[in-house]
């Protein structure tokens, strides 16, 4: 058995469903299960219309709209009508909870949650329809696979329980590929949830850990995990294989985009993670722990940052100093980057989002007992991702190549396979560039 997922970025027209049907064509001698996202967009969409009641009829219309279209592109004959009666039944009912949104002009999480389910419940009828269409035996199935607990908007799953619905679903479809909605789960009383966003992945590797599947594909619109941003690094290219503790740092750094907890089912197992393009041939397989012939594997800057700087001899061998810092950027609701502080105990810096800087400087002000000077400059976060880190010679030569571009820190991640460099805006890109240059140089 294996567990494929299919973004809905690669969900555009209907070539896209000729190409995924194809993807999918190869790997029918044994069950699939396929998880899906919604279609492009779509999530985005649903979430206006719960922020813009005034707007949620004519909103879910257009939504409903763009789904039978592609409906009738990627379906004809008798699966089109199969696939329409199945799709009148979850569009009547978001037509319904529109209606009631635009009454009332509610907004909570939960029913937040409830909106979001029909992006994925939706997309799970088109694709089953369209592989149907290209002659796989597939069903599709509207119902989340996973059950969660009720902690709306990043709900946890509950394994056990997932373990047995998985069960029950894959002896009750008898079809050799089984489409289930990603990214949403359901209560044991029956409520809808999600799981945070980029949440289909992590519903894929859930789903094979519960049914102890060997191989999961992640399928999008690039060749992988690749060493940088083709956009802004010369010569990027795809990594071919990443250990478990890798991917966590590059993906969540942004070299790829997935969910926090992705790979956190396939720690301590064998299960092979492959992060493919829909339009390309080339892969990433992420797999396994750090080994001794690890090098350097990949870039990645987080732009945009604003690094605070908090100064004052009065918080030396003061207790609490650090923590009455945090807790005014949590009263502000801002997410602290990244934080240092020396041994003197003289400051504290923090880097946060540049559009959550001034709020966290006037909370900040407040500290007037122990705080005495207040500084923030524009910063970017350059961090290069790699188990030779682990090695002293290749950490020091990484770090005596970004010394010439005087970083302001420089911190480490995860089991040491990461440095993060913390860089005036001016300066970050030329550092940036000079550590791909390093990269590629291990890799080839």
């Not at 269409?133 to 908007?153: K, M």
């Not at 892969?283 to 080994?291: D, E, H, I, L, Y």
Request: with cysteine; charged share 25%; hydrophobic share 40%.
């Amino acid at each position: 058995m294996r567990i494929i997922k299919i973004g809905g970025s690669i969900q555009k027209d209907p070539n896209d469903y000729h190409l995924i049907a194809e993807k999918i064509k190869k790997f029918t001698d044994d069950k699939v299960i396929v998880v899906t996202s919604a279609l492009k967009n779509v999530t985005n969409e649903l979430l206006q219309v719960t922020n813009e009641p005034e707007k949620a009829v004519s909103k879910v219309s257009e939504i409903i709209d763009r789904h039978y279209d592609m409906l009738s592109k990627v379906s004809n004959g008798e699966v089109f009508e199969e696939g329409f009666q199945l799709l009148s039944k979850v569009t009547d009912e978001l037509a319904k909870v529109a209606w009631a949104i635009g009454m009332l002009g509610e907004n909570n999480p939960r029913l937040r949650d409830y909106v979001l389910s029909f992006g994925e419940r939706m997309a799970v009828i088109i694709l089953g329809e369209a592989l149907r269409s290209y002659g796989i035996d597939a069903r599709p199935i509207t119902e989340p696979p996973l059950i969660t607990d009720s902690n709306y908007g990043e709900a946890n799953v509950l394994l056990p329980e997932t373990k047995e619905r998985l069960h029950a679903l894959l002896e009750s479809v008898k079809s050799k590929v089984v489409v289930v909605p990603g990214f949403i789960g359901i209560t044991p009383e029956g409520k809808y949830t999600t799981i945070g966003r980029g949440g289909s992945d992590y519903s894929a590797t859930v789903i094979a850990k519960a049914l102890n599947v060997k191989e999961v594909r992640l399928v999008t619109e690039v060749p992988g995990i690749m060493t940088g941003d083709p956009r802004k690094f010369k010569g990027a290219k795809t990594i071919p294989r990443l250990s478990l503790e890798e991917a966590v740092e590059l993906s969540q750094l942004g070299a790829k985009r997935l969910h926090p907890k992705t790979f956190d089912p396939v720690f301590d197992t064998d299960i092979e993670v492959y992060v493919e393009g829909l339009y390309d041939v080339e892969f990433t397989v992420v797999k396994g722990s750090c080994t001794p012939s690890d090098v350097l594997k990949g870039i990645a800057v987080v732009e945009g940052l604003t690094l605070i700087d908090v100064e004052s001899t009065r918080m030396v061998g003061r207790i609490g100093s650090a923590a009455a810092v945090m807790t005014e950027a949590q009263k502000a609701n801002v997410n602290i980057i990244a934080m240092s502080q020396p041994a003197s105990e003289t400051s504290i810096q923090l880097v946060v989002s540049s559009s959550d800087a001034k709020k966290l400087q006037e909370r900040l002000a407040s500290l007037k007992e122990f705080v005495k000077d207040i500084s923030a400059i524009d910063v970017d976060a350059v961090s290069i991702v790699g188990c030779g880190l682990q090695r002293p010679e290749i950490a020091s030569k990484v770090i005596s190549s970004a010394a010439a571009y005087n970083p302001i820190s420089v911190s480490r991640g995860m089991k040491r396979v990461s440095l993060t460099f913390i860089a005036e805006r001016g300066q970050a890109v030329e550092l940036a560039e000079e550590l791909h240059e390093v990269v590629l140089k291990w890799i080839n």
